[in-house]
Structure formats: C-alpha cells, structure tokens
C-alpha cells in the first residue's frame, strides 16, 4: 500500500529482541514459537518523531535525576483534552500517575470497602476483574447488549444488578470500549451518568482509547456529557496507546470535584506513585503538544488497517464476524459460527494457525467463541496473519 503520509506505518519493524511483551512474551503465553502476534494492545509503529527527539535530548543529557511534575506538563493534558475532545478541564484537576491500571486500582481503594460491589460491562479488559478481585470487591457483571450492527450497554439490565445488588458502590467505565471498539455516543454516556448519580454510584472512567477514534465515529468524554456527573467521577487517561509509548508508563487521572480530588490524592501520596518518571514526562507533554501530526496519520493508517480487515473478513472469512468497529485498534473477532469453545478455537489459531489473539473469555464468560485482533500493525502482517487464520479455517 502506498502511503502519502511522512510517517512510515507500512515497512515492518523487526521488534523480536527488543524486550517487547507482544514479540518476545508471546512463546512463554501461547507455547509455540514463530506466532504472529495480534495482542498485547500496542502498536508495531515508532511513534512520533517529536516524542523521539525530545527523549532523545534527555538522553544525551545523560543526568537523570528526580523530575518535578510541571503545571507545564498538567497544561498539555488539559489543552490535549480542550482542543481534541472539547473538555474545558483546568489544568490544576490534572494529576499523573505511572499506569492507568494502578489508577483503577487506587480509586477503587479510595471510593469503595471491601466486600463492595463494582460494576463492569462485560466483555471487557482482563484487568478490570483483577483490580475488582485483588481489592477485595466483588465484581458485578452487567454483559453488554448485543445487536445486529453494534454492542450496547444494557440499561435495563443495570437497574436490576444494582438493585439486587445492594453494595454496588461504583462502575468501571471503558470508553471508548475494549475489546468491542465500540465509541460510547453522547446519549449513552448521559442515560449512563443519570443511572449511576440517582443510585450514587462513583464511576471510575478509563478513557486510555480516546483519541483513538476513527472517523466516523466521535468522542464525548463522559465529563463533558454529563458535567452533573463530577463529584462522582474521575477520568483516567493516557498519551500511551494513543502514541505508543505504553512501555514508558505516563497517565494522568483528573478529577474536576474537589473531594473527589483530595481523596484521591491522599490515596496517591500515601501509596508514593503520584509521580511519573523523567522521561515519560517529557514524552507526554511532547505527545500532547506537537503529536497531533502523527496521530492523524497513524489514525488514516489504522482506518486502512481496518477496511482491508472488513473487505478480507467478508470476502475470504465470511463466517467471522466483526461489528463495524468505532475505535481502538483492539477489534473483536466472533468466531461462534464454527462452533468452537474458546480452548479449541484458541489451539487453532495457535496451534494450526500461527497467530497470537487474545482468548475471548479473557475478557468475561460470554467472550467464549470471539478473540480480539491487534490490527496496529503493518498492513502485510495484518494480510499475512488473516492469510494464516483463512488457510487453516478453510479446512473445518
Ligand atoms: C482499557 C484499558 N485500560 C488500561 C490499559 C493499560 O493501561 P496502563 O498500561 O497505563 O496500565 C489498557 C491496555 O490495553 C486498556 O485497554
């Protein structure tokens, strides 16, 4: 495929050797060498020249001293989110934090005891029931509703979990939403924020694939569909999957309400993790201020990514079936026609196939016959690793 862009998301990057968990982790997971992998959630792209470069000067600096964490480095979050998303935030309601998982975590402790319940739309991250579980709460599934072109959230259904669940004390939110790529429209997000503010339900709102949005789908961030919403929420977000730079963990939580604020940053400090390193500070105020160039481009490389996927799945795969996917790069693949449970489709795929996708029922019991595809890869992996699935599909 050509490409007009000035970045090069189409030559293969050789990333074996390279420390990664998607390349190198891959043997010790799935038990088989050689897999394509179409996992872990980064991209096989060097990210923006900008990010590069700025890391690049700390580097050669050579003195790598503790950091302070700038209201410069706060302003390129809230100006992020302002000009990308409309979110009006004030920088001073920004925080960091290593990851966006060790932020879950920490608001859970924060706005929840033990023995509560937590609220999760299934399928969903792995790590959302870790946290839950780890904590000590109790995971309350409310599945996700499945219709013939998207998946939605059930509200009917989370009325009855939370009234037959007396202890539910908050939601974990995913949006945009892993691994069914859906973008959460405006409505959703109000009827969702209404539910959660008439039972006081505190939602813990993960927002790492916000810019990771195609283009005919558009972002709200829930704190801008439902501004009512604030002394029962807090935002966790990331330039990491958005830039790839997931492997320098740099994420930020924001919290507009005061004392949802100041609990939070107790909960922070006393834990000692309310900072983030030397250099994922400079990558993420890079990323926030000149990364934009890149992202557009990465998006159009990634929207190629995923019509070649749509056109090979309808023309090659008919029997695998995939929603028309809004954002991320984190597809969901619906094997169920071919009957498989997941420990059979997942030998197949590894086994006679090759590839490396996550398990559907990693991500909740009813992922059983689905595994998720990472297209944030080159277009010929991608081919190379549909090639695969297509051969060995042919023969069941
Ligand atoms: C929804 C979601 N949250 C969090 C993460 C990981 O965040 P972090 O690496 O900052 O802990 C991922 C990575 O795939 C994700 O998909």
């Given at each position: 495929m050509g490409s007009t862009s000035k970045y090069d998301f189409n030559s293969p990057?050789?990333?074996?050797?390279?420390?990664?968990?998607?390349?190198?982790?891959?043997?010790?997971?799935?038990?088989?060498?050689?897999?394509?992998?179409?996992?872990?959630?980064?991209?096989?792209f060097r990210s923006a020249p900008?990010?590069?470069?700025?890391?690049?000067?700390?580097?050669?600096?050579?003195?790598?001293?503790?950091?302070?964490?700038?209201?410069?480095?706060?302003?390129?979050v809230a100006d992020w989110e302002r000009t990308r998303h409309g979110w009006d935030v004030d920088f001073k309601h920004v925080s960091f934090m290593p990851g966006v998982v060790a932020g879950l975590s920490v608001a859970v402790q924060t706005f929840t005891a033990p023995g509560d319940g937590i609220i999760i739309q299934t399928p969903v991250y792995p790590p959302f029931f870790?946290?839950?579980?780890?904590?000590?709460?109790?995971?309350?599934?409310?599945?996700?509703?499945?219709?013939?072109?998207?998946?939605?959230?059930?509200?009917?259904?989370?009325?009855?979990?939370?009234?037959e669940n007396k202890n539910v004390k908050a939601l974990i939110l995913c949006s945009p939403h892993n691994p069914v790529a859906r973008v959460w429209d405006r409505y959703e997000l109000e009827?969702?924020?209404?539910?959660?503010?008439?039972?006081?339900?505190?939602?813990?709102?993960?927002?790492?694939?916000?810019?990771?949005?195609?283009?005919?789908?558009?972002?709200?961030?829930?704190?801008?569909?439902?501004?009512?919403?604030?002394?029962?929420?807090?935002?966790?977000v990331a330039p990491s999957k958005t830039f790839n730079i997931a492997g320098l963990s740099a994420s930020a939580w924001i919290a507009e309400d005061p004392k949802v604020a100041e609990r939070?940053?107790?909960?922070?400090?006393?834990?000692?993790?309310?900072?983030?390193?030397?250099?994922?500070?400079?990558?993420?105020?890079?990323?926030?201020?000149?990364?934009?160039?890149?992202?557009?481009?990465?998006?159009?490389?990634?929207?190629?990514?995923?019509?070649?996927?749509?056109?090979?799945?309808?023309?090659?795969?008919?029997?695998?079936?995939?929603?028309?996917?809004?954002?991320?790069?984190?597809?969901?693949?619906?094997?169920?026609?071919?009957?498989?449970?997941?420990?059979?489709?997942?030998?197949?795929?590894v086994k006679e196939a090759g590839v490396a996708l996550n398990p559907g029922t990693n991500f909740g019991a009813n992922g059983d016959g689905f595994a998720r595809l990472n297209i944030g890869c080159s277009r010929s992996q991608l081919e190379e690793g549909l090639e695969r699935v297509e051969r060995t599909f042919a023969k069941l």
């Open positions: 990057i050789n990333r074996r050797g390279t420390n990664s968990s998607k390349w190198d982790g891959a043997v010790k997971v799935f038990g088989k060498e050689g897999l394509l992998p179409f996992w872990v959630a980064d991209m096989d900008e990010i590069i470069e700025s890391l690049r000067k700390k580097v050669e600096f050579g003195v790598f001293g503790y950091p302070i964490m700038t209201d410069e480095a706060k302003k390129s870790q946290v839950i579980k780890d904590n000590g709460r109790v995971v309350v599934e409310n599945p996700l509703k499945e219709t013939d072109l998207r998946f939605e959230m059930d509200f009917e259904n989370l009325e009855r979990v939370i009234t009827r969702l924020a209404s539910v959660c503010l008439r039972h006081d339900i505190m939602v813990i709102n993960d927002e790492i694939h916000q810019d990771l949005i195609y283009s005919d789908a558009k972002h709200t961030p829930l704190a801008v569909a439902a501004k009512e919403l604030s002394p029962l929420l807090v935002t966790l939070l940053s107790r909960s922070f400090a006393t834990l000692h993790i309310g900072s983030i390193n030397l250099l994922a500070i400079a990558a993420l105020e890079e990323a926030y201020k000149n990364g934009a160039p890149w992202l557009e481009s990465a998006l159009k490389y990634l929207e190629g990514n995923r019509s070649f996927l749509e056109d090979f799945l309808n023309n090659k795969l008919p029997r695998v079936k995939m929603k028309h996917p809004e954002g991320t790069f984190i597809f969901w693949l619906d094997f169920r026609d071919y009957g498989f449970h997941n420990d059979e489709l997942q030998r197949i795929l």
